[in-house]
T-cell receptor
Framework: EAQVTQNPRYLITVTGKKLTVTCSQN?????MSWYRQDPGLGLRQIYY???????DKGDVPEGYKVSRKEKRNFPLILESPSPNQTSLYFC??????????FGPGTRLTVT | AQTVTQSQPEMSVQEAETVTLSCTYD???????LFWYKQPPSRQMILVIR??????QNATENRFSVNFQKAAKSFSLKISDSQLGDTAMYFC?????????????FGKGTHLIIQP
């Protein structure tokens, strides 16, 4: 089954404790992205990758890191999480950069 | 840069009625795609319908259809014979070639409630 998976689905952590949210896709897509969703703001792109070892900033990259060492994986790293990073996070992948397939989301709470 | 505007934060209709969700967008590109995504309470983002800008014919998927007005940069979603399962947040989005920072831009969403 074609899918994008994210782990964990739910995470509660404390300020400053480094965390990684994993993302994996099995569709051999070149494009992958991370978004955050906040009430009243819709989805905003954090980082994107157009291929292995090629990543770039989206609209709200501050406080986040990504890496793309393999085509199927695109982890999101929060080196020092802060409460304003409490949000719902989505990973997405795309063959063309147009139509995107989303993972199930990760609900992150930073206290 | 692209922008997408959804002017209706919330709508409520009775089951079996037809409802139209509004979306306007702004882009300088001539080649782009438009999408409607549905987000039910499970929070999963589900693609409802897509429209290629170069196609004049409006896209249709079962009970869902769009009214694409390219000159007016308008892209509304019509849901016919609405069902309780249509209750969700609906996001309009635009995408242009190459992905990236301007690859997919979302509106702020419309919360649609279908009343029994």
């Amino acid at each position: 089954e074609a899918q994008v998976t994210q782990n964990p689905r739910y995470l509660i952590t404390v300020t400053g404790k480094k965390l990684t949210v994993t993302c994996s896709q099995n569709m051999n897509h070149e494009y992958m992205s991370w978004y955050r969703q906040d009430p009243g703001l819709g989805l905003r792109q954090i980082y994107y990758s157009m291929n292995v070892e090629v990543t770039d900033k989206g609209d709200v990259p501050e406080g986040y890191k990504v890496s793309r060492k393999e085509k199927r994986n695109f982890p999101l790293i929060l080196e020092s999480p802060s409460p304003n990073q409490t949000s719902l996070y989505f990973c997405a992948s795309s063959r063309t950069g147009f139509e995107q397939y989303f993972g199930p989301g990760t609900r992150l709470t930073v206290t | 840069a692209q922008t997408v505007t959804q002017s209706q934060p919330e709508m409520s209709v009775q089951e079996a009625e037809t409802v139209t969700l509004s979306c306007t967008y702004d882009t300088s590109e001539s080649n782009y795609y438009l999408f409607w995504y549905k987000q039910p309470p499970s929070r999963q983002m589900i693609l409802v319908i897509r429209q290629e800008a170069y196609k004049q014919q409006n896209a249709t998927e079962n009970r869902f259809s769009v009214n694409f007005q390219k000159a007016a940069k308008s892209f509304s979603l019509k849901i016919s014979d609405s069902q309780l399962g249509d209750t969700a947040m609906y996001f309009c989005a635009s995408a242009q070639p190459g992905g990236g920072a301007d690859g997919l831009t979302f509106g702020k969403g419309t919360h649609l409630i279908i009343q029994p």
